[in-house]
C-alpha cells in the first residue's frame, strides 16, 4: 500500500469524524465547586433513562504509611458497612431495590464509588453517598469482618498463575516511592492495624475537598448541580490531606530481573521503561508507539517475534500512567517449553531500538492514529465510560479540560513527536528486563504463604465513638429516609427491522445515530455442541479471521484491518458462533467486504493454524492453572457426563493438540451456511443501506444440501449428593455445589430469574449475606439458575482459606435447604422485582447491546417478544411459586461438590458432610467415576 493511499486513509477518518459534527471524544461538560471545595462534574446525556454517579476521593494505596499497606482498599469495603441509619447491606439493598448497580473500586491514586441507576432515581445515590461521607460506622465488629474479606481477596489473587508478579515487579521498579506496593494490601499491616488507626484515616481523606462528584446521564445541568448542593453542601470543609512528595529517582543503569513464581505456566519475557505521570502530553506518543510497535498481528514486534522468528506466541504492551509517574512494558509470552528467553528479549529491543534510530511510517502513524481515534468515537456509547473519563482527568490528570483535548492530541501526533518521544523515554540505559521462567511445581508443593502467620495484634476497639465525625449534624431538611421515586415506565420492545436476502440469509438493523459507529455480527445456529473433536468451532472461527482468505494473507488481512481502524473476528460458544466487528461509519462497506472474504474464502493456512494452535495452547496452559478454571471445569464433567456441555468451547490443551486443519476445514463445510445464518447491523446505519452491503457482499453465497442436524448424548443420570476433592496445593480452596436445573422454554424460567436474584445475585443476597456478610468466611459467593439452549443448572460459586473450607460447603448446603423451605420474605422478593426491572434500560443502552439480545432470542428460538415475556412473568411471580420451583428442582440429596484444594488437609473434615472422591490434579475426563 502506497503512502499516498495511507494518507488518505487518515484522511478520510477525519472527514469522517468531522461530520458528525463534533470532535470525537468531546464532553459537553459543566464544572462548579461547592464552598466546602466538593468538585461536581456533570454531563448530559438522555439517550437512555438512566444515569451514573461516580464519586472519586483522591486517595489510594500511594497515600498510606507504608506499615498500614492496604488501608485504602479496606475502605473502599469499610465505605459499604453502613452509618447510623443504614445497617452492612443496605447501600446495595437500597440501590437494587431501586433498580440500580453500586460497587467501588481502589488503584495507587484513587479510590471511586459508583451507582448506576434509573435517572429518577439520582437522590438515592446522592443521599447514600453523603451518608457515608459524614457518618460512616467504623468500629471492631465490622472492621473484623472486612479483614477477614480482605484477606480472602488477597489469597485469591496469591493463588493464581503469575500471583506474585505485579508487586514484585513494583518493587523492583520503584524504590522510594509509595507506588512500590499494590492497593490489595498486606494481611500483616492490617492485622496489626486498630480501629482508631482506620478512622483517623478516614477521617483525614474522605472528605468533601478531597473528592469529586461526577453526575452523567439523563439528569440536566442545573438538577444535577442544585441536587450536590442539597445533599453535600452542608458538610463542613476539612484540612486537606497531605499529599505524597517523595519522587522516584530515574533510574541510573539497566537492570535485568528473574522473577520466581510458583506457578508460571509459561515463560514471559518483558522491558519496562519509566515514563511520565498522566498529565503530561507524552503519554499520547508513547499509546501511538506501543500500537505501532506491540498492538494486534501487524504490530512489528508480534511480525518479528511471532510470525518471522517464532519466538513467541503472544504479544502484547500497556502504558501503565499514574498520577505522579508513569510506566511503559511491552512484553512477550513464549511457548510453555520455551527456555529462548534471551533472544525474545534480544528482539524486543532491537525493535525498541528502532523506533528511537529511525521515523516511523506513514502506514504505521495512520494505524496508530485510526484506532485511537475509533477508541474516542466508541466511549461515547456508554454513560459509565464518560463519567470514568471525566473523573479520571480531574482527579488523576489534574485537569478537567484535558478530556477535550484529546482528538487534538492525536491529530498532533508527527513521526518526529515519536522519535523524540521514543528516544526520550526508551533509553536502553535506563530499561527494566524481565523474565518470567515457566514453573509449575508450586501446584503440587505450594508453600503457604507467610503472610498467613502474622498474629492480630492491634488491641481490639471496647468503647467506639459515635459513628460520623465529630460536631457534624444533618441539616433539617436532609432525609430522614432514602429518598425514592416510582419505577419508569419503560417499553422492553426492542425497535429493529428485519428482511431476508434471496438465498434466505436473514438481515437485522437496529438503527441508532448517536455516534458514527457500526457493529455487525454474523450469527451461526451451530456452536461447539455441533463438533466431532473438542475445540474445532472454535479454532475454526478464530483461524476465519486470522488465517488469511483467497485474497489476502493473514499479514495483510491484518494490516487492512488494523489501519482502518476495522475490529473482525470470529468465536463459538456452546450453542452458537459468530463473527463479529466494528468500525466507523465511513469504512462499514470495506468492513463487511472484509467479513464476507472471511466468511466465503478463508484459506485455513497450514502454517497460520499451528501459529494460533500454539497461541491457544499457550493461553490454555495459564487458564488451567486458574483455581476457578479448575472447580469449574470439575463441576461441568461432574454435571453432564458425555455431553458436550462437560467441555468447554474452547477445549483444553490437548484438544487443541490433536486438531488438524482439515477438521476445521470440514466443520466449517458443514455449518458455515447461509440459512443457518442471522447478519446483524447495529448502530449508524439505516436497513436500505445494510442490504445493498449485505446483497452485494453475501448475495451469492449458497447453501449445499440439507442442514446439518448433529446428534446430541443424552444427560446423565443425577447420582447421591458427593464431593469431588481436586487435589491441589494452596492455601485458598474453591467450591462449587449444583445440579442440573431448567432451560429458557421451561414455563418457570421467569420464576427462576427471581429465585436467583434473592438466593445469590446480589451482595445482599442470602448466600453472600450468610458466608461473606455475617460469618467473613469469602470475599464473595454468587449462585443460582442459569441456562443454555439443550439444558441448564443450579450452581453457586465461592472460595475460602482451607481451614475454613468444611464450614463454607455446610453454610452452601444449608442456604440450598433453606431456599427449599423458606419462602421469601416480602423485601426479598420486591427488591429483585424491582431490580430485574428498573436495570433493563441500562443493560439495553447501545444498539449493541440490542443486537446482542436479539441474536439471543434468534439462536435460543425464544418469541420476537420474549424480553416483554419475561419482565411480566418476572412481576407476576408470587412468594408460592418460588418456594415449589426450589422443591421441585433441587433435591440437597442429589448435589454435586466440588472442592480444590490440598486434599490431605481437606477430606477429613469434608467426609462429615458427604462422601469424599480425591480426584488427582490433571485426571483426565475418561477417568471419571
Request: include cysteine; hydrophobic fraction near 40%; charge should be negative.
Amino acid at each position: 500500500m502506497s503512502s499516498f493511499r495511507y494518507a488518505t486513509a487518515a484522511f478520510v477518518v477525519c472527514l469522517a469524524v468531522a461530520a458528525w459534527g463534533v470532535e470525537p471524544g468531546y464532553l459537553d461538560y459543566r464544572s462548579v465547586e461547592l464552598d466546602n471545595g466538593l468538585r461536581v462534574i456533570t454531563l448530559e446525556d438522555f439517550s437512555c433513562p438512566i444515569v451514573n454517579v461516580n464519586l472519586w476521593y483522591h486517595v489510594g494505596s500511594k497515600d498510606e504509611d507504608p506499615n498500614r499497606q492496604g488501608f485504602a482498599h479496606m475502605f473502599e469495603h469499610m465505605m459499604f458497612r453502613g452509618t447510623d441509619r443504614l445497617g452492612p447491606t443496605s447501600h446495595f439493598d437500597l440501590v437494587r431495590r431501586a433498580g440500580g448497580r453500586c460497587n467501588g473500586y481502589t488503584s495507587f491514586d484513587q479510590t471511586v464509588y459508583y451507582e448506576a441507576l434509573p435517572a429518577n432515581q439520582i437522590e438515592l445515590a446522592l443521599w447514600l453517598e453523603a451518608e457515608r461521607m459524614s457518618f460512616l460506622k467504623i468500629d471492631q465488629a465490622s472492621f473484623d469482618t472486612e479483614r477477614k474479606v480482605v484477606e480472602e481477596e488477597r489469597r485469591l489473587g496469591l493463588n493464581a498463575p503469575y500471583g506474585t508478579l505485579n508487586e514484585e515487579a513494583l518493587a523492583e521498579v520503584f524504590k522510594v516511592h509509595p507506588y512500590r506496593w499494590s492497593p490489595i494490601g498486606n494481611i500483616p499491616h492490617l492485622r496489626a492495624s486498630s480501629v482508631p488507626e482506620l478512622r483517623a484515616f478516614w477521617t483525614s481523606h474522605y472528605t468533601p475537598n478531597n473528592a469529586v462528584l461526577v453526575i452523567v446521564g439523563a439528569v440536566r445541568h442545573e438538577e444535577a448541580q442544585a441536587l450536590a448542593q442539597r445533599y453535600f453542601g452542608w458538610i463542613p470543609r476539612y484540612p486537606d490531606p497531605p499529599r505524597v512528595t517523595v519522587r522516584e529517582p530515574m533510574p541510573d543503569q539497566p537492570k535485568t530481573i528473574v522473577f520466581k513464581q510458583d506457578n508460571a505456566p509459561a515463560p514471559l519475557v518483558g522491558l519496562g521503561y519509566r515514563t511520565a505521570p498522566a498529565s503530561n502530553d507524552d503519554l499520547t506518543a508513547l499509546q501511538f508507539l506501543g500500537r505501532i510497535l506491540a498492538g494486534g498481528d501487524s504490530s512489528r514486534a508480534y511480525r518479528r517475534l511471532v510470525s518471522e522468528k517464532g519466538l513467541a506466541v503472544q504479544i502484547s504492551w500497556f502504558d501503565w500512567s499514574l498520577e505522579q509517574d508513569g510506566v511503559f512494558v511491552v512484553g512477550a509470552a513464549l511457548h510453555p517449553t520455551s527456555t529462548k528467553y534471551d533472544e525474545a528479549l534480544a528482539a524486543l529491543e532491537e525493535e525498541v531500538a528502532l523506533l528511537r534510530s529511525t521515523p516511523v511510517t506513514d502506514r504505521e502513524l495512520t494505524k496508530a492514529r485510526n484506532q485511537m481515534l475509533r477508541n474516542l468515537v466508541t466511549e461515547d456509547l456508554y454513560v459509565s465510560s464518560k463519567a470514568s473519563v471525566l473523573g479520571r482527568a480531574t482527579v488523576v490528570e489534574g485537569d478537567t479540560a484535558r478530556v477535550n483535548k484529546r482528538s487534538e492530541r492525536i491529530r498532533s501526533i508527527t513521526p518526529e513527536r515519536l522519535l523524540e518521544a521514543a528516544q526520550k523515554y526508551f533509553d536502553p540505559q535506563r530499561v527494566f528486563r524481565g523474565k518470567v521462567e515457566a514453573n509449575v511445581a508450586g501446584l503440587f508443593s505450594k508453600k503457604k504463604s507467610a503472610e498467613d502467620d502474622a498474629p492480630v495484634t492491634a488491641p481490639p476497639e471496647t468503647n467506639p465513638p459515635p459513628a460520623g465525625r465529630p460536631g457534624v449534624s444533618r441539616p433539617p431538611d436532609f432525609p430522614a429516609s432514602p429518598p425514592f421515586a416510582g419505577l419508569l415506565e419503560y417499553d422492553p420492545t426492542p425497535q429493529f427491522e428485519t428482511r431476508s436476502l434471496a438465498n434466505g440469509l436473514k438481515v437485522v438493523v437496529v438503527t441508532n445515530h448517536e455516534v458514527p459507529f457500526v457493529s455487525f455480527q454474523l450469527g451461526f445456529r451451530a456452536g461447539a455442541w455441533t463438533e466431532d473433536k473438542p475445540g474445532t468451532a472454535a479454532m475454526a472461527m478464530n483461524m476465519l479471521t486470522k488465517g488469511g482468505t483467497a485474497k489476502h494473507t493473514a499479514e495483510e488481512l491484518a494490516d487492512e484491518l488494523d489501519t482502518y481502524a476495522i475490529w473482525l473476528g470470529g468465536y463459538s460458544g456452546m450453542d452458537n458462533a459468530a463473527m463479529s466487528g466494528g468500525c466507523l461509519t465511513e469504512h462499514l462497506e470495506r468492513a463487511v467486504n472484509l467479513m464476507a472474504e472471511a466468511i466465503l474464502t478463508p484459506r485455513f493456512d497450514p502454517q497460520e493454524f499451528e501459529k494460533r494452535r500454539k497461541e491457544e495452547m499457550t493461553s490454555l496452559s495459564v487458564q488451567e492453572q486458574e483455581p476457578s478454571y479448575i472447580a469449574w471445569r470439575e463441576f461441568e464433567r461432574r454435571l453432564y457426563g458425555e455431553h458436550p456441555y462437560a467441555r468447554r468451547p474452547s477445549g483444553c490443551v490437548a484438544d487443541i493438540e490433536a486438531l488438524a486443519v482439515k477438521d476445521l476445514r470440514n466443520w466449517w463445510k458443514r455449518f458455515g451456511r447461509p440459512d443457518m445464518a442471522v447478519l446483524y447491523f447495529a448502530g449508524d446505519v439505516e436497513m436500505g443501506e445494510a442490504i445493498r452491503l449485505a446483497e452485494a457482499a453475501f448475495g451469492q453465497w449458497k447453501a449445499k444440501g440439507k442442514q446439518p442436524k448433529p446428534e446430541v448424548p443424552t444427560l446423565p443420570e443425577s447420582r447421591a449428593t458427593h464431593i469431588y476433592l481436586v487435589d491441589k496445593e494452596g492455601d485458598q480452596v474453591q467450591i462449587r455445589v449444583g445440579q442440573r436445573g431448567i432451560t429458557h422454554n421451561d414455563p418457570r424460567y421467569f420464576n427462576s430469574r427471581v429465585v436467583s436474584g434473592y438466593f445469590g445475585g446480589a451482595f445482599g443476597s442470602r448466600l453472600n449475606d450468610t458466608l461473606r456478610v455475617k460469618k467473613g468466611l469469602t470475599y464473595g459467593a454468587g449462585g443460582g439458575y442459569s441456562a443454555q439452549r439443550l439444558a441448564g443448572q443450579f450452581a453457586l460459586s465461592t472460595f475460602t482459606k482451607v481451614e475454613t473450607a468444611a464450614d463454607a460447603v455446610q453454610t452452601c448446603l444449608d442456604e440450598i435447604r433453606r431456599l427449599r423451605d423458606e419462602p421469601p420474605a416480602p423485601v426479598e422478593i420486591d427488591d429483585t422485582k424491582a431490580y430485574i426491572a428498573g436495570t433493563f434500560p441500562a443493560d439495553h443502552e447501545t444498539p449493541q447491546q440490542i443486537m446482542g439480545d436479539l441474536w439471543f432470542t434468534e439462536s435460543n428460538g425464544l418469541p420476537a417478544d420474549y424480553f416483554a415475556q419475561l419482565l411480566k412473568g418476572v412481576a407476576e411471580t408470587t412468594a408460592d411459586q418460588c418456594v415449589e420451583l426450589a422443591k421441585t428442582t433441587l433435591d440437597p440429596d442429589r448435589l454435586i461438590i466440588v472442592v480444590t484444594g490440598p486434599a490431605e488437609k481437606l477430606k477429613p473434615s469434608l467426609e462429615t458432610i458427604a462422601p469424599v472422591t480425591v480426584v488427582p490434579r490433571g485426571e483426565k475426563k475418561d477417568a471419571i467415576r
